[in-house]
Protein backbone atom coordinates (compact mmCIF):
# COMPACT_ATOMS: atom_id res chain seq x y z
CA UNK A 1 0.00 0.00 0.00
CA UNK A 2 1.09 3.45 -0.54
CA UNK A 3 -0.13 6.78 -1.26
CA UNK A 4 0.41 9.40 -3.85
CA UNK A 5 3.59 11.08 -1.84
CA UNK A 6 5.56 7.87 -0.64
CA UNK A 7 4.80 8.77 3.46
CA UNK A 8 3.37 5.50 4.06
CA UNK A 9 6.51 3.81 3.70
CA UNK A 10 8.31 5.80 6.00
CA UNK A 11 6.09 4.24 9.04
CA UNK A 12 4.84 1.62 8.39
CA UNK A 13 5.52 -1.36 10.49
CA UNK A 14 6.13 -4.22 7.37
CA UNK A 15 8.08 -1.87 5.38
CA UNK A 16 11.69 -3.17 5.92
CA UNK A 17 13.41 0.32 6.02
CA UNK A 18 11.91 0.88 9.02
CA UNK A 19 14.53 -1.41 11.44
CA UNK A 20 17.45 -0.13 9.50
CA UNK A 21 16.98 3.52 10.39
CA UNK A 22 16.43 2.57 13.89
CA UNK A 23 19.21 0.16 13.77
CA UNK A 24 21.50 3.08 12.20
CA UNK A 25 20.31 5.54 15.32
CA UNK A 26 21.20 2.93 17.74
CA UNK A 27 24.24 2.34 16.46
CA UNK A 28 25.27 6.02 16.33
CA UNK A 29 24.95 6.19 19.63
CA UNK A 30 26.72 3.42 20.71
CA UNK A 31 30.11 4.52 18.61
CA UNK A 32 29.63 7.83 19.88
CA UNK A 33 29.38 6.65 23.43
CA UNK A 34 32.51 4.35 22.99
CA UNK A 35 34.44 7.37 21.22
CA UNK A 36 33.75 9.42 24.39
CA UNK A 37 35.32 6.19 26.49
CA UNK A 38 31.46 4.94 27.87
CA UNK A 39 31.35 1.50 27.65
CA UNK A 40 27.61 0.22 26.38
CA UNK A 41 25.83 -2.60 25.75
CA UNK A 42 22.54 -2.67 22.93
CA UNK A 43 19.34 -4.00 23.90
CA UNK A 44 20.20 -4.85 27.52
CA UNK A 45 18.96 -8.15 29.02
CA UNK A 46 17.08 -7.91 32.39
CA UNK A 47 15.19 -4.22 32.02
CA UNK A 48 11.63 -5.65 30.34
CA UNK A 49 8.70 -4.01 31.54
CA UNK A 50 6.73 -6.92 31.15
CA UNK A 51 5.43 -6.27 27.59
CA UNK A 52 8.36 -7.87 26.21
CA UNK A 53 9.69 -4.18 25.18
CA UNK A 54 12.87 -3.01 26.87
CA UNK A 55 15.49 -0.23 26.43
CA UNK A 56 17.62 0.08 23.38
CA UNK A 57 21.11 0.88 25.16
CA UNK A 58 22.80 0.83 28.56
CA UNK A 59 26.15 2.40 30.01
CA UNK A 60 27.77 -0.12 31.96
CA UNK A 61 29.10 2.72 34.66
CA UNK A 62 27.91 5.66 35.21
CA UNK A 63 27.21 8.19 33.05
CA UNK A 64 25.50 11.72 34.86
CA UNK A 65 24.44 11.70 39.06
CA UNK A 66 25.72 8.38 39.91
CA UNK A 67 23.39 6.76 37.56
CA UNK A 68 23.81 4.32 34.55
CA UNK A 69 22.27 5.92 30.64
CA UNK A 70 19.65 3.89 29.32
CA UNK A 71 18.41 5.35 26.16
CA UNK A 72 15.23 4.30 23.94
CA UNK A 73 15.89 5.62 20.16
CA UNK A 74 12.45 6.37 17.57
CA UNK A 75 12.18 7.42 14.62
CA UNK A 76 9.15 9.45 13.60
CA UNK A 77 7.13 10.31 10.27
CA UNK A 78 5.99 13.42 10.87
CA UNK A 79 3.84 13.04 7.55
CA UNK A 80 1.25 10.70 8.66
CA UNK A 81 -2.04 12.46 9.69
CA UNK A 82 -1.76 11.09 13.02
CA UNK A 83 1.71 12.38 14.17
CA UNK A 84 0.81 16.29 12.46
CA UNK A 85 -2.25 16.16 14.94
CA UNK A 86 0.39 14.95 17.92
CA UNK A 87 2.72 17.47 17.44
CA UNK A 88 0.48 20.60 17.73
CA UNK A 89 -1.44 18.69 20.40
CA UNK A 90 1.74 16.91 22.79
CA UNK A 91 5.32 17.11 22.88
CA UNK A 92 5.84 14.10 20.43
CA UNK A 93 7.46 10.90 20.45
CA UNK A 94 10.37 11.53 23.24
CA UNK A 95 7.43 12.20 25.62
CA UNK A 96 5.47 9.16 25.24
CA UNK A 97 8.84 7.25 25.78
CA UNK A 98 9.69 9.09 28.87
CA UNK A 99 6.09 7.73 29.88
CA UNK A 100 6.83 4.22 28.60
CA UNK A 101 9.82 4.00 30.57
CA UNK A 102 8.86 6.01 33.85
CA UNK A 103 9.41 3.33 36.06
CA UNK A 104 13.00 2.87 34.99
CA UNK A 105 13.63 6.82 35.14
CA UNK A 106 13.96 6.26 38.95
CA UNK A 107 17.20 4.31 38.66
CA UNK A 108 18.40 5.08 35.94
CA UNK A 109 19.15 8.35 33.70
CA UNK A 110 16.84 7.82 30.79
CA UNK A 111 17.00 9.55 27.29
CA UNK A 112 14.55 9.34 25.08
CA UNK A 113 16.52 9.96 21.42
CA UNK A 114 14.09 10.90 18.77
CA UNK A 115 14.72 11.34 15.28
CA UNK A 116 11.89 12.56 12.38
CA UNK A 117 12.24 11.05 8.89
CA UNK A 118 13.32 14.83 8.19
CA UNK A 119 15.97 14.67 9.95
CA UNK A 120 14.86 16.79 13.00
CA UNK A 121 16.31 15.71 16.20
CA UNK A 122 14.45 15.93 19.47
CA UNK A 123 15.36 18.54 22.24
CA UNK A 124 16.68 15.29 24.17
CA UNK A 125 18.79 14.14 21.33
CA UNK A 126 20.48 17.22 20.82
CA UNK A 127 21.06 17.72 24.59
CA UNK A 128 22.62 14.76 24.99
CA UNK A 129 24.76 14.76 21.56
CA UNK A 130 26.15 18.21 23.48
CA UNK A 131 26.58 16.29 26.58
CA UNK A 132 29.13 13.72 24.77
CA UNK A 133 31.14 17.33 23.42
Known amino acids: MTDKFGYHSLSCRYDPGRLPRHAALN ?10 GIVAILEPRGLDRGDGCRPDGLSIY ?9 WDATCTNTFTATHLLDCSVSPGAAARKRHKYGALRQRYDFV ?22
Do not use: C
Not at 62 to 70: C, D, E, I
Open 112 to 133: PLAVETTGVLSQDLNHFIQDLG
Open 62 to 70: PFRGGRMLL
Open 27 to 36: DMVYRGLAAA
